[in-house]
């Protein structure tokens, strides 16, 4: 019989240990086949760990760190992501061949601690994390092949690390001017502390100088200049991580962050209006002149990112919950678009749009793909990016924000023309001379097949979904009687 603390920290003990094993075949001349038949085999045995310990609530080290429905349930999103990126990857062509077992050793690691970074609820243990996180993927950017006359995965791995440098820097002195205020580290204990000072000028600097760490893995502007230059400079599978699962992890903590201030906090929620203004405009307005499909999702993602904070605008449950739809959707939809991207790549080289043209009689499968995963980010119905913005939209009109509400329907209407410039070349555009079929393998086949029933299924039905977050944020939005995350 499984003790209950084990079952709690399953999901962890089960990618720590297969980081372990990854570690050790790469110590010898390991061949990427089974660095990778590894990496798959951890994912699929947590996400079979996250399942099973949906329903455990465990306090570990001392309060640092706490297991409960929120945390879960975010675990299961993290685990099927990682299969996912897996089956992604493929052979990794545009991996230097020395380094790929390597690669499948950070990939686990950076899971890890995204993992982990959900369940912290101390800021020392949300900091490990935050490193754990973040540092593999530094590594896994110049680890792209170098191309004669091309390096710019040097360039963009170092803009990636000074930037994270950066955010982080102004992160921490955020958290020390909060440490400062309320003498503990332990945000249960802080969230109590701080209510009856979180409209002072300290307070409101703290927490919004301690957002920027999670801004910066959003690519929230003005923390957003590495993200159009590290998806183009990153290998395609490297850039179809960063695009998603940190996402997720950094609207997670924001979710814990935000709800330290209270609902009627004007300040915070007029900065947050700010930043998903700029965020939605920039992006948009940046990506309708892109070429290379990599950099037009960049900027998509920053857009993305503005209308995640829409959520946050609201500073009640209701919003929270659709920030966390909203992302953990916007997952599943750059996943479609990325898998296509590395499928139709010669080597492992970038796409550029054109190239996309006569995708539907190369690939019909890889066609109906990105074209649901395009109108999902358009955000038309019946896809979950149409629920997903309808969630976020109904949460701010409900909290009187209608100017914000206008301008994220406008700044959709701006996304809908690019996102249709794309599809026009895959449907409609005709590859020049005679085009070779791409062949799909069957790992290809069905993370295509399970990409696309969950962008439609979570369109449809979204209601299990949506009520699963609403009561798993029970234990975080419950107040200063219960704490962030307690009963």
């Given at each position: 019989?499984?003790?209950?603390?084990?079952?709690?920290?399953?999901?962890?003990?089960?990618?720590?240990?297969?980081?372990?094993?990854?570690?050790?075949?790469?110590?010898?001349?390991?061949?990427?086949?089974?660095?990778?038949?590894?990496?798959?085999?951890?994912?699929?045995?947590?996400?079979?760990?996250?399942?099973?310990?949906?329903?455990?609530?465990?306090?570990?080290?001392?309060?640092?760190?706490?297991?409960?429905?929120?945390?879960?349930?975010?675990?299961?999103?993290?685990?099927?992501?990682?299969?996912?990126?897996?089956?992604?990857?493929?052979?990794?062509?545009?991996?230097?061949?020395?380094?790929?077992?390597?690669?499948?050793?950070?990939?686990?690691?950076?899971?890890?601690?995204?993992?982990?970074?959900?369940?912290?609820?101390?800021?020392?243990?949300?900091?490990?994390?935050?490193?754990?996180?973040?540092?593999?993927?530094?590594?896994?950017?110049?680890?792209?092949?170098?191309?004669?006359?091309?390096?710019?995965?040097?360039?963009?791995?170092?803009?990636?690390?000074?930037?994270?440098?950066?955010?982080?820097?102004?992160?921490?002195?955020?958290?020390?001017?909060?440490?400062?205020?309320?003498?503990?580290?332990?945000?249960?204990?802080?969230?109590?502390?701080?209510?009856?000072?979180?409209?002072?000028?300290?307070?409101?600097?703290?927490?919004?100088?301690?957002?920027?760490?999670?801004?910066?893995?959003?690519?929230?502007?003005?923390?957003?200049?590495?993200?159009?230059?590290?998806?183009?400079?990153?290998?395609?599978?490297t850039a179809s991580l960063i695009a998603s699962l940190p996402k997720v992890g950094a609207v997670a903590v924001l979710v814990r962050l935000v709800s330290l201030a209270t609902p009627d906090n004007q300040t915070i929620a007029l900065l947050l209006t700010f930043l998903a203004v700029a965020s939605m405009f920039y992006g948009n307005l940046i990506a309708l002149v892109q070429k290379d499909l990599k950099r037009l999702l960049g900027f998509s993602g920053i857009a993305h990112a503005g209308y995640a904070l829409i959520g946050f605008v609201a500073l009640d449950v209701a919003g929270y919950t659709a920030a966390l739809y909203y992302i953990a959707g916007y997952m599943l939809m750059i996943l479609a678009c990325f898998v296509v991207i590395c499928r139709v790549s010669r080597d492992g080289?970038?796409?550029?749009?054109?190239?996309?043209?006569?995708?539907?009689?190369?690939?019909?499968?890889?066609?109906?793909?990105?074209?649901?995963?395009?109108?999902?980010?358009?955000?038309?119905?019946?896809?979950?990016?149409?629920?997903?913005?309808?969630?976020?939209?109904?949460?701010?009109?409900?909290?009187?924000?209608?100017?914000?509400?206008?301008?994220?329907?406008?700044?959709?209407?701006?996304?809908?023309?690019?996102?249709?410039?794309?599809?026009?070349?895959?449907?409609?555009?005709?590859?020049?001379?005679?085009?070779?079929?791409?062949?799909?393998?069957?790992?290809?086949?069905?993370?295509?097949?399970?990409?696309?029933?969950?962008?439609?299924?979570?369109?449809?039905?979204?209601?299990?979904?949506?009520?699963?977050?609403?009561?798993?944020?029970?234990?975080?939005?419950?107040?200063?009687?219960?704490?962030?995350?307690?009963?």
């Amino acid at each position: 019989m499984i003790s209950s603390f084990v079952m709690a920290f399953l999901p962890e003990l089960v990618l720590l240990t297969g980081a372990l094993g990854l570690f050790v075949v790469t110590l010898g001349v390991a061949p990427q086949k089974l660095a990778r038949t590894v990496a798959l085999g951890v994912a699929l045995a947590t996400i079979a760990a996250a399942a099973l310990a949906l329903g455990q609530h465990a306090d570990l080290f001392s309060g640092a760190y706490r297991v409960d429905q929120f945390s879960q349930l975010l675990k299961l999103v993290f685990a099927f992501g990682f299969a996912c990126i897996l089956l992604l990857n493929g052979e990794l062509p545009d991996i230097r061949s020395a380094v790929k077992a390597e690669y499948h050793l950070f990939l686990t690691l950076s899971i890890t601690g995204l993992v982990m970074l959900v369940s912290c609820v101390d800021i020392i243990s949300l900091v490990v994390a935050l490193e754990l996180s973040s540092f593999p993927l530094y590594l896994l950017v110049p680890m792209r092949r170098e191309r004669e006359g091309q390096k710019s995965q040097m360039e963009s791995a170092i803009k990636y690390i000074m930037f994270g440098v950066a955010a982080n820097g102004i992160m921490f002195f955020g958290l020390s001017y909060l440490y400062g205020l309320t003498g503990t580290t332990h945000l249960p204990e802080m969230v109590a502390i701080l209510q009856p000072v979180v409209h002072s000028p300290l307070a409101i600097v703290g927490l919004v100088m301690a957002f920027c760490g999670f801004y910066y893995k959003l690519a929230v502007f003005p923390f957003h200049f590495w993200t159009p230059d590290v998806y183009q400079g990153a290998s395609n599978e490297t850039a179809s991580l960063i695009a998603s699962l940190p996402k997720v992890g950094a609207v997670a903590v924001l979710v814990r962050l935000v709800s330290l201030a209270t609902p009627d906090n004007q300040t915070i929620a007029l900065l947050l209006t700010f930043l998903a203004v700029a965020s939605m405009f920039y992006g948009n307005l940046i990506a309708l002149v892109q070429k290379d499909l990599k950099r037009l999702l960049g900027f998509s993602g920053i857009a993305h990112a503005g209308y995640a904070l829409i959520g946050f605008v609201a500073l009640d449950v209701a919003g929270y919950t659709a920030a966390l739809y909203y992302i953990a959707g916007y997952m599943l939809m750059i996943l479609a678009c990325f898998v296509v991207i590395c499928r139709v790549s010669r080597d492992g080289t970038n796409v550029a749009i054109e190239e996309l043209a006569g995708l539907h009689r190369r690939s019909p499968l890889l066609a109906l793909t990105l074209l649901v995963g395009l109108f999902a980010l358009a955000g038309l119905p019946p896809f979950v990016g149409f629920m997903a913005k309808l969630s976020l939209l109904t949460a701010a009109w409900d909290q009187r924000h209608f100017a914000l509400v206008i301008v994220a329907v406008i700044n959709s209407a701006i996304a809908i023309y690019y996102y249709l410039q794309v599809v026009r070349q895959a449907v409609f555009g005709e590859a020049g001379g005679n085009p070779t079929p791409i062949v799909l393998t069957w790992p290809t086949k069905v993370l295509c097949v399970v990409l696309i029933g969950g962008i439609v299924l979570l369109g449809v039905a979204p209601g299990t979904v949506i009520d699963t977050i609403s009561s798993s944020l029970a234990f975080v939005t419950s107040g200063p009687a219960t704490a962030l995350l307690g009963h």
